[in-house]
C-alpha cells in the first residue's frame, strides 16, 4: 500500500512540475481574427485597433517563449478581441460611407427630376 500511495504522489508532483502546455488554441483563433481584420481593410478603417490586436499577440507569444501560459492564453484571448473589434469598427466605417454615397446618388436623382420636370 505504502508503493501505490508513493507511486501516485510521485505522479502528482511530476504532474505538477511540468510547464503546462502553451494555449494553441487561444493564439491559432487570434492569428486567424488578425487575419480575418487585415482582409477586411482594418489598416485603412481600424489601423489603432489592429495595431493593439498585433501588440497582444507579440506579448502572448512572448509569455509562451517565458513559460507564462496563463498570461499567454490571457493575452491571446484579448487581441481576438481587439481584432474582432477591428473588423467590426472597419464594417461600420465602410455601411458609412455606402450611406452616404446612397444619400448622395439619392439628391442628384431628386436634381435631375426636378430638372426634367421644369422642361415639361
Do not use: H, W
Not at 493593439?52 to 481576438?80: C, G, H, I, S, W
Not at 442628384?108 to 427630376?113: G, K, R
Amino acid at each position: 500500500m505504502p508503493l501505490i500511495f508513493g507511486l501516485a504522489l510521485v505522479s502528482l508532483l511530476v504532474a505538477c512540475a511540468s510547464a503546462p502546455l502553451p494555449p494553441e488554441e487561444s493564439l491559432n483563433a487570434a492569428n486567424d481574427a488578425i487575419e480575418s481584420a487585415e482582409q477586411a481593410d482594418a489598416r485603412q478603417y481600424a489601423p489603432a485597433e489592429l495595431e493593439e490586436a498585433r501588440a497582444m499577440l507579440v506579448m502572448a507569444e512572448k509569455a509562451v517563449a517565458e513559460e507564462a501560459m496563463t498570461e499567454a492564453d490571457q493575452l491571446a484571448q484579448q487581441a481576438r478581441v481587439a481584432a474582432e473589434l477591428a473588423i467590426a469598427r472597419t464594417q461600420a466605417a465602410k455601411a458609412t460611407e455606402i450611406n452616404r454615397q446612397f444619400e448622395r446618388d439619392a439628391d442628384a436623382l431628386d436634381v435631375e427630376m426636378g430638372r426634367q420636370g421644369e422642361q415639361k
